[in-house]
T-cell receptor, first 111, second 109 residues
């Protein structure tokens, strides 16, 4: 399967801990996106990369969140000092043209 | 604030019927519109996209776009129980998609 891959699929962490998620996009896709989704809501944009450049970051993204895509391939999303409000599904998507394809997501639970 | 509005539902239709899902958006400058299907606990799956006024058909799915009314719809013909899911409308704004909250569709056999 050469789709978008995310790791881990599930993460349970204690409040205040740091977590890091990984996304491997479809290989020929130069665009990569991170979204967050909570129950009953649509995905909410977090940040966007074109190749290795982070071109847009949501104002909703606090300074506890950081994302990287060092070689224009895989990406990581780190959340520092997690809070209960960070509990959500974190979705990665990639695209070449207009169509964006999502990975399976990482479900984060902060206890 | 870019907004995308959908009726949350649930929309219930009998098997074999046509399901009609609707979406409105706030920005007249929007050019591209997407429909995603999301099963419970899974990630969104792209069904189709449309950027020209009128209809676009793909199998049992038809997307309809009316830019003057800022309205996008998705028709599902011959609905099947396996179509039961949440349908997300998304509008492209610059480098990102803005999603509606989704409409829950239930197809009853």
């Amino acid at each position: 399967d050469t789709g978008v891959s995310q790791d881990p699929r599930h993460k349970i962490t204690k409040r205040g801990q740091n977590v890091t998620f990984r996304c491997d996009p479809i290989s020929e896709h130069n665009r990569l996106y991170w979204y967050r989704q909570t129950l009953g809501q649509g995905p909410e944009f977090l940040t966007y990369f074109q190749n290795e450049a982070q071109l847009e970051k949501s104002r909703l993204l606090s300074d506890r969140f950081s994302a990287e895509r060092p070689k224009g391939s895989f990406s990581t999303l780190e959340i520092q000092r997690t809070e209960q409000g960070d509990s959500a599904m974190y979705l990665c998507a990639s695209s070449w043209g207009q169509e964006a394809f999502f990975g399976q997501g990482t479900r984060l639970t902060v206890v | 604030q870019k907004e995308v509005e959908q009726n949350s539902g649930p929309l219930s239709v009998p098997e074999g019927a046509i399901a009609s899902l609707n979406c409105t958006y706030s920005d007249r400058g929007s050019q591209s519109f997407f429909w995603y299907r999301q099963y419970s606990g899974k990630s969104p799956e792209l069904i189709m996209f449309i950027y020209s006024n009128g209809d676009k058909e793909d199998g049992r799915f038809t997307a309809q776009l009316n830019k003057a009314s800022q309205y996008v719809s998705l028709l599902i013909r011959d609905s099947q129980p396996s179509d039961s899911a949440t349908y997300l409308c998304a509008v492209e704004y610059g480098n990102k998609l803005v999603f509606g909250a989704g409409t829950i569709l239930r197809v009853k056999s």
